[in-house]
Each structure stands twice: as C-alpha cells, then as structure tokens.
C-alpha cells in the first residue's frame, strides 16, 4: 500500500492520469465545438454531478446513508435567490453565502452522524428532508411559496456569463467540476481519507485503535455540505428560477441513486451515474409517455446486474481478471514451484486480512 502510494500520483497509474486528463481536455473543448445546446444540457448534467458526489463521499467511504443532501442542495439554491431579491447581485457574495447555507443545514445532518449510525442515521435525514420541504410555503413572503422564486440578475450573478449563450458559463461550470473532483481525490487518497474509509469499514476497531470516530464522520458531513451548497448555486446560475420541489424528498433520492448507480468507490462514478440516468429519463421521455418505467427497468437491470455500480463493477471485473491471470500463470509452474506460490498466497491473505484497516491509516 505504501509502495503503490509512493510510485502513484494519488493512486493512479500514468496511464490511468493520461486517460483521465484527455477526459477533462475533450470535456472542456468538444462540446463548445459541436454547440447544438449541448453545452447547456451537460451543464445541468455536471450541476446534478456535483450532489451527486456529496452522497457518494459520505456513503461510500463513510458508510453513513445521507438522503438530506437535497435539503443541503436546495437551500443553498434558495439562498442565493432570495438575496438577489434584496439587491445582493455579488457572484462572490452570493457563492459565501450559497457556501454559508450548506454549513448551516449540515450542522444538523453532523449532529446525526454523533448521535445515530445505521437506519436511525437515515431515518433522521430522511425526516429532515421532509421538514424541510415545508418552508417554501412556510415562508411564502420570501419564498414565493408553490409558485417559486426567480434569481435577479441572471447575468450579472453569473460573472457577467449567459447561460443560454456562448461557452463561458460550461467552461465556469466544468471547472468548478473539476476542481471538486481533484480535491476529493486527494482528500480520498490522503492519510485522512484511507482513515476515513477505514472508519467506514469498522468503525469500533478504528476507535480501539484511537481514531476520534466522531470527529472524521463531522468532518466529511461539513465537506460534502459545501460540495451539495455549491451545486445549488451553480443551479440557480443556470436556471435563474428555483422552487420547492429542489428540496424535495424525490430530488434528495435522485442524488443518491445517481451515486449508487454510477459507483460509490470512485469519484467520477457519481457524475456518471446522474449524466446517464437524467439522459435516458430525457430520451424516454421524448419517445413514450411511459418514461418512468424504462427508467425503473433499467434501474432494476443495474442494480441486479451491477450491484456495485458501474464503475465499481468495471473494477471488480478488472480484479478477476488480474486473478485469473495468476491462477493461470501458476498451472503453468512446476508443482514443487507451483506448491510454494500457493503457500505464499495463503500468507499474504491472511496477513492482508489482518492488517486492511492498518494500511488504510498508514
């Protein structure tokens, strides 16, 4: 663990870093080019991305189910709406306070993750989420009520970027994109984040061992607040309009099946899985009235088929056949040769087996 951290730029072989750098370059340059909107509908795939990726980072590696990150999402979004209303039109005001609103609803969603684990721990998020869903009409004055709420400005809150017009704001909304997905990265791949998937995985064996437990989950919980507060106001730039609907249990679902169908191991399986969900809901619904049911069939598919999502069952399969690989490679041995390998893979197992947790907190 501690060679393959050393010899690869957080945890990536060359080849992996080159591909995913091509990825970034034809992402920033090939939908520009081709234009027909459809830098206007990857944008809004990247905003959904983006919460997406604030479930995948605390379930995945946490292990703590949040269905309140749609709360997180959709009071930042209202934030920033309702301050446009008061004359606030600053794109770095309105980002602090978008930010600001995250850390004020993820206050409570860490208080959960000290108090409860489990089903208690998502039934508490899950309530919350309906609770809130009830302000837009509480507040109606500020809120708009069911009628929701415009964004002021939508150029001006926008550094002056046109949504509907030009590349400016996709290339503004790629590079917020990327810039979570680097940061999480490294987060993930740093010594605090192996603890943390650490922590995940056994959690009463990490706090035997004198990792504050507590103090690691608070911590990704704020973390993933900020990402969901910034997705919010990057949607209010785009669409200028928010409603109730944004915080929503249904919207808090979306984001976590968009993660869990993408692949929770991995930080790009999140945008993967809402781009490829909010595509095939689009296209169905061009073509049948029924859209809701291709869509629950091909969830059903995916999860029964790949249950590990699918970047992560691209990784199983990866994993079996560098497995079969060696089995084959040691058929091929003499026996003698062939008996020594075996020993030696019995031992390596059952050391590895021991110390799993001790190399995620070298």
Same mark, same amino acid.
Do not use: C
């Given at each position: 663990?501690?060679?393959?951290?050393?010899?690869?730029?957080? *945890?990536?072989?060359?080849?992996? /870093?080159?591909?995913?750098?091509? !990825?970034?370059?034809?992402?920033?340059? !090939?939908?520009?080019?081709?234009?027909?909107?459809?830098?206007?509908?990857?944008?809004?795939?990247?905003?959904? *991305?983006?919460?997406?990726?604030?479930?995948?980072?605390?379930?995945?590696? /946490?292990?703590?189910?949040?269905?309140?990150?749609?709360?997180?999402?959709?009071?930042? /979004?209202?934030?920033?709406?309702?301050?446009?209303?008061?004359?606030? +039109?600053?794109?770095?005001?309105?980002?602090?306070?978008?930010?600001?609103?995250?850390?004020?609803?993820?206050?409570?969603?860490?208080?959960?993750?000290?108090?409860?684990?489990?089903?208690?721990?998502?039934?508490?998020?899950?309530? #919350?989420?309906?609770?809130?869903?009830?302000?837009?009409?509480?507040?109606?004055?500020?809120? *708009?009520?069911?009628?929701?709420?415009?964004?002021?400005?939508?150029?001006?809150?926008?550094?002056?970027?046109?949504?509907?017009?030009?590349?400016?704001?996709?290339?503004?909304?790629?590079? !917020?994109?990327?810039?979570?997905?680097?940061?999480?990265?490294?987060?993930?791949?740093?010594?605090?984040?192996?603890?943390?998937?650490?922590?995940?995985?056994?959690?009463?064996?990490?706090?035997?061992?004198?990792?504050?437990?507590?103090?690691?989950?608070?911590?990704?919980?704020?973390?993933?607040?900020?990402?969901?507060?910034?997705?919010?106001?990057?949607?209010?730039?785009?669409?200028?309009?928010?409603?109730?609907?944004?915080?929503?249990?249904?919207?808090?679902?979306?984001?976590?099946?968009?993660?869990?169908?993408?692949?929770?191991?991995?930080?790009?399986?999140? +945008?993967?899985?809402?781009?490829?969900?909010?595509?095939?809901?689009?296209?169905?619904?061009?073509?049948?009235?029924?859209?809701?049911?291709?869509?629950?069939?091909?969830?059903?598919?995916?999860?029964?088929?790949?249950?590990?999502?699918?970047?992560?069952?691209?990784?199983?399969? *990866?994993?079996?056949?560098?497995?079969?690989?060696? #089995?084959?490679?040691?058929?091929?041995?003499?026996?003698?040769?062939?008996?020594?390998?075996?020993?030696?893979?019995?031992?390596? #197992?059952?050391?590895?087996?021991?110390?799993?947790?001790?190399?995620?907190?070298?």
């Amino acid at each position: 663990m501690r060679q393959i951290l050393r010899s690869r730029p957080l *945890g990536m072989t060359p080849l992996t /870093a080159a591909a995913v750098l091509v !990825v970034i370059v034809v992402a920033f340059v !090939v939908p520009p080019v081709y234009g027909q909107f459809l830098p206007q509908r990857l944008a809004d795939y990247l905003v959904f *991305g983006i919460a997406a990726l604030a479930v995948g980072l605390i379930a995945g590696h /946490a292990r703590l189910l949040n269905v309140g990150v749609g709360a997180t999402f959709g009071v930042s /979004a209202y934030t920033v709406a309702i301050l446009t209303h008061h004359g606030v +039109l600053n794109p770095l005001a309105l980002l602090l306070a978008s930010l600001a609103a995250g850390v004020a609803v993820s206050i409570l969603f860490a208080i959960y993750s000290v108090v409860a684990t489990g089903l208690e721990y998502l039934l508490l998020t899950l309530l #919350t989420t309906v609770a809130f869903f009830s302000l837009p009409i509480l507040f109606s004055g500020a809120t *708009g009520g069911e009628n929701g709420l415009g964004a002021d400005g939508a150029v001006a809150i926008s550094f002056g970027l046109d949504p509907l017009q030009g590349s400016g704001f996709y290339w503004l909304l790629s590079g !917020v994109t990327v810039l979570w997905l680097a940061v999480s990265w490294y987060v993930l791949s740093s010594r605090a984040g192996r603890v943390m998937t650490a922590i995940g995985r056994n959690p009463t064996r990490a706090a035997a061992m004198g990792y504050s437990v507590h103090s690691y989950r608070v911590a990704i919980t704020f973390y993933s607040g900020v990402m969901a507060g910034s997705a919010g106001w990057l949607y209010v730039l785009e669409h200028a309009f928010v409603f109730p609907d944004l915080l929503g249990l249904p919207n808090s679902l979306n984001f976590v099946i968009y993660s869990l169908i993408g692949g929770v191991e991995s930080v790009f399986g999140p +945008l993967l899985g809402a781009a490829g969900l909010r595509y095939l809901g689009e296209y169905t619904g061009q073509q049948s009235t029924q859209s809701r049911l291709y869509i629950a069939l091909a969830l059903l598919l995916v999860v029964y088929l790949l249950p590990n999502g699918i970047l992560g069952s691209w990784r199983r399969f *990866g994993a079996l056949r560098q497995a079969a690989r060696r #089995t084959l490679a040691m058929r091929n041995e003499p026996a003698a040769t062939r008996q020594a390998s075996a020993m030696r893979l019995a031992e390596g #197992t059952e050391v590895g087996a021991d110390s799993v947790l001790d190399d995620h907190m070298q």
